[in-house]
């Protein structure tokens, strides 16, 4: 059985069951990382049961909603969700010098993606909370692993810096599109 979407295309009605599904458990996981997360112990006991991959799940699903989806508007979970790990972050920074939270930090294999895509987020189109909520987990991520994020991400911002200068596709001017300054 197919619905038809606005412009006339046929979608199977399974998809959008499909999305909303996804939305939901999304959603339903960052309340429960809200509501279960209230202090540093909890924050700990998160990491140590591999929590921050339950995270990563959610945050990449929110991800893929933001940038390919246009109907929903999900700039306020991602960045209630990036405030949640930051807070997470932040309460294993202090442990780090224990083995366990070395551990847990390392089972995390999913950081550099995470880190990754949290950069392709830091663009004029996303809103000032988001961009900051992102900058704020990624100063985070550089202090608990420098070498991990130093060597992966800098390579990365500066090839895609020096791409950015070196072409010349004519950039659009308005508030919300990149534009270059010609001095």
Not at 118 to 131: F, I
Request: glycine share 2%; net charge negative.
């Amino acid at each position: 059985m197919a619905a038809w979407d606005r412009c006339g295309v046929a979608l199977h009605v399974e998809e959008p069951f499909n999305l909303m599904q996804l939305f939901a458990s999304s959603y339903h996981m960052r309340s429960a990382f809200r509501l279960l997360l209230e202090n540093d112990e909890d924050r700990l006991l998160m990491v140590f049961n591999r929590g921050l991959i339950l995270m990563t799940e959610s945050f990449n699903t929110l991800h893929m909603m933001y940038h390919e989806s246009t109907a929903c508007h999900v700039t306020g979970d991602l960045v209630e969700l990036l405030s949640i790990f930051l807070s997470v972050l932040k309460a294993t920074r202090p442990y780090l010098q224990r083995k366990d939270v070395k551990q847990a930090l390392i089972q995390w294999q999913e950081r550099i993606d995470f880190a990754h895509k949290l950069l392709t987020l830091l663009n004029s189109y996303s809103p000032p909370e988001l961009r900051n909520a992102c900058l704020d987990v990624l100063k985070e991520l550089v202090l608990l692993s420098p070498h991990d994020f130093l060597h992966t991400l800098v390579p990365f911002l500066q090839h895609n810096h020096c791409t950015y200068h070196h072409s010349n596709i004519p950039m659009s001017f308005s508030p919300y599109l990149p534009c270059r300054e010609n001095i």
